[in-house]
């Protein structure tokens, strides 16, 4: 059988020519040429964590611990020695209809902006722009701006609302600071109730995860009749702690429950003699352990 041999020589000068012209070009001129001009835009800050605003008292949902409203849950704390979960309950109830009516619409309106792509609009600011819908018949636009500092970010929502009363054109719903590195700033949340910001509640905050927080409210609102009472919000793993101060009367009360088991503690001084008062994993009053709180 006859073997057909192919020269070399050809592909071998072919290679050699190749290597000569590319020794003497450089590495730029082998990089494509640039198409359009480089962005010096910065990048978009990361939104501060929802968790931020969002006090988490489920355990006091009467519906879920006892399976009835809070209204009937009396009856039960009566008949089967209920009455310093109970007692908790109804205090955090009060301390509820702050958090609902001025802190959850605006927290789940910002928990939106997670979902959208903002542009940046120059000196250092981003904008997040979308529409928000408090109920399927009533749509808010919603304008929130990040603008970069050395090591911050300041923040600022704006909301549109015909169906308001009066209607709202880009009024600041909150502001507040946020630190680049640490989870950590503060909120001012306005009460638009007369068609003008009006600052409400601040919050303090501090998130290193969504089980380990701390916030601290207070209503700064003058006039208001609860001007000057705080809440503080302390979550560490499966233990919360709030502690509600009571500007008009000068005096605090605080809350510490287990979220795993449901036990949990109440100290007040107008309740139990000022002594610390508990239950335990079944909502049923108990001596307080030596370990306490819960």
Not at 73 to 95: D, G, Y
Not at 146 to 156: K, R, S
Not at 245 to 267: C, H, I, K, P, R
């Amino acid at each position: 059988m006859k073997v057909r041999w192919i020269s070399i020589a050809p592909v071998l000068l072919t290679g050699f020519l190749i290597m000569t012209v590319c020794m003497g070009c450089s590495k730029d001129a082998l990089k494509p040429e640039a198409t359009g001009p480089v962005s010096t835009d910065p990048e978009a800050p990361g939104l501060p964590p929802v968790a931020s605003m969002q006090f988490n008292f489920g355990l006091f949902d009467a519906q879920t611990a006892v399976g009835m409203p809070l209204e009937e849950a009396e009856f039960s704390a009566a008949s089967e020695s209920r009455w310093n979960w109970f007692n908790a309950a109804i205090r955090v109830a009060i301390l509820n209809l702050v958090v609902a009516e001025v802190v959850v619409p605006p927290s789940v309106a910002f928990f939106a902006a997670l979902h959208t792509i903002p542009s940046y609009i120059g000196d250092n600011t981003f904008m997040w722009v979308y529409t928000w819908f408090e109920n399927p018949h009533h749509e808010i636009e919603i304008r929130l701006r990040g603008t970069l500092l050395d090591d911050e970010i300041d923040w600022e929502m704006q909301i549109s609302d015909d169906q308001a009363n009066p209607p709202l054109d880009q009024a600041t719903w909150f502001s507040g600071r946020s630190h680049i590195v640490e989870d950590r700033g503060y909120w001012i949340l306005n009460n638009l109730e007369n068609g003008e910001a009006a600052p409400a509640i601040r919050i303090d905050w501090k998130v290193e995860a969504e089980d380990q927080k701390e916030l601290s409210l207070e209503v700064i609102e003058a006039g208001n009749e609860i001007f000057g009472d705080t809440l503080s919000y302390l979550q560490e793993g499966v233990i919360v702690t709030v502690a509600f101060y009571d500007a008009s009367e000068n005096v605090t009360a605080d809350m510490t429950w287990n979220e795993e088991t449901g036990a949990g503690s109440l100290q007040a001084p107008d309740y139990n003699g000022g002594e610390r008062a508990c239950w335990d994993e079944n909502l049923i009053d108990a001596e307080c352990p030596a370990d306490d709180p819960s």
